[in-house]
């Protein structure tokens, strides 16, 4: 990458994780980002890796930050950002699939988040029925906001992120 590429990746990057952090607020706010089935606005971006693998360390970097500065425990803070970026980096390898795509991000939350509510938060409730809710969240979250976004960014992302990849 040369050098002016290399800078906009990194300004990528960090927009990418500023937004998670906005997003994870405000879903925080309305009162979504908890309850039985979790819609967390922020994890529409994680079909951002379609268009840049610059939203893989930028939606890493969020869900740390969002994390971090909202109180969560500490396996939520270790064991959420891995579950980002598995999901990031398995979006950005099925990238030409759009259908696909986004299911890195599903399963990878609906797998590890049930563990973190139960041993993190102390959530006494069966894993897999947290895996069955959980899931839920994360299907509205990317397969129905985050297509939305992904068709709102298609005609535009040559535009918007042709110069860094």
């Given amino acids: 990458m040369k050098q002016k590429a290399k800078t906009l990746w990194i300004c990528y990057a960090a927009i990418i ?22 819609v967390r606005f922020s994890e529409m971006l994680c079909i951002l ?10 939606l890493t970097v969020g ?22 970026l598995i999901g990031a980096i398995g979006t950005y390898l ?6 696909l795509a986004p299911l890195p991000p599903v399963l990878a939350n609906t797998v590890i988040v049930p563990f973190v509510l139960a041993y993190g938060y102390g959530l006494e409730m069966a894993i897999p029925f947290m895996m069955l809710t959980v899931g839920i969240g994360e299907i509205i979250s990317i397969y129905v906001l985050g297509m939305l976004l992904y ?12 110069q860094i990849e």
């Fill in 151 to 162: 068709f709102a960014l298609q005609k535009r992302a040559k535009g918007i992120f042709g």
């Fill in 49 to 58: 890796p379609m268009f840049t693998s610059a939203a893989i360390p930028g």
């Fill in 94 to 99: 099925l990238r030409k699939r759009k259908w």
């Fill in 17 to 38: 994780a500023a937004m998670y952090v906005v997003l994870t607020y405000l879903a925080k706010l309305l009162g979504l980002d908890s309850g039985m089935i979790q």
């Fill in 63 to 84: 869900c740390l930050l969002a994390n971090l500065l909202g109180g969560a425990v500490a396996l939520d803070i270790i064991f959420g950002p891995v579950a980002t």
